[in-house]
């Protein structure tokens, strides 16, 4: 193969080396989501991060020639896109350091794991996240295959070295607080809101009914709308140390904070 891009692309993260393939099989002429990184005929272009590759000695048939100048980006109007199921994840990386679910930091902003496998426009196992800021470049779909869901700009495909995890480890707490976010979200009643203003810093409270503990934090957080509840729960029942996506709200030992809806919380001076 011979290089002709070499730089940074819309479409994922870092630079990035754009091939043109003589002897395999490649997906595209160069174009990549409507921007003409360089020219070649049909089926005979590729893209692969620059890491991967350094040189003649970096992979068989590899030359390393000058690429040409990189052309202006055109934007192109796709047609409206058919609802189309997306392609099937694996659940964990190779190396097993990343999964479904996981809350990953990537540049420095939170997102969530929803992709991890192959995919047509580059060679390797990658990283498809969602992130909660809308720092992204699609919506889960490159070159008009559907890879995952998510909001327009909020998705990005990264190497899992350009990941970084932090907060829990367990990805099931992680889609049980993002889904009570969703569902804070998505409600027309203002009920959350007026329960957790009579809740305070250091009251007692069960969380589902069973579990007891002492609330830390009342207020409004990044990763949903209207305010939670920080619990410190007073057995490690719990999933995170007062952190969430990179974000503290309060600190305590590892596996006994929660965060809840107040909906989910009762006073045990009311029991």
């Known amino acids: 193969a011979t290089v002709r891009y070499i730089g940074n692309v819309k479409f994922a993260a870092g630079e990035w080396l754009g091939l043109e393939v003589m002897d395999g099989k490649g997906v595209h002429d160069g ?3 409507g921007v003409p990184y360089f020219e070649c005929p049909a089926g005979k272009g590729v893209f692969a991060p620059a890491a991967q590759l350094s040189g003649s000695g970096a992979a068989p048939g590899i030359t390393t020639r000058a690429p040409a100048a990189a052309p202006r980006a055109v934007a192109v109007t796709a047609p409206e896109d058919e609802e189309l199921e997306t392609l099937p994840s694996r659940e964990k990386t190779a190396d097993g350091s990343l999964w479904l679910g996981l809350e990953v930091v990537w540049k420095g902003k939170q997102g969530i794991v929803r992709y991890i496998g192959d995919v047509r426009f580059g060679a390797g196992e990658w ?13 889960g779909s490159v070159l008009g295959v559907p890879y995952f869901k998510c909001s327009p700009g909020r998705g990005i495909f990264a190497q899992p070295s350009e990941l970084q ?6 990805s099931a707490a992680v889609q049980a607080t993002l889904r009570q976010a969703e569902a804070s979200s998505t409600s027309t009643a203002r009920v959350v809101p007026r329960v957790a203003a009579t809740l305070r810093v250091g009251q007692r ?3 589902t009914g069973k579990h007891t503990g002492t609330v830390r934090y009342v207020g409004p957080v990044k990763f949903a709308t209207g305010e939670f509840v920080g619990v410190e729960l007073d057995e490690p029942f719990g999933y995170y140390d007062g952190s969430f996506m990179g974000e503290s709200y309060f600190k305590c030992e590892p596996s006994k904070g929660i965060f809840s809806q107040a909906s989910m919380l009762r006073d045990m001076a009311s029991m």
């Open 165 to 170: 995890t932090t907060g829990t480890t367990d």
């Open 205 to 207: 409270v069960t969380w």
């Open 31 to 33: 174009n990549v989501l």
């Open 127 to 139: 990283i498809g996240v969602e992130m909660l800021e809308a720092k992204g470049v699609h919506d």
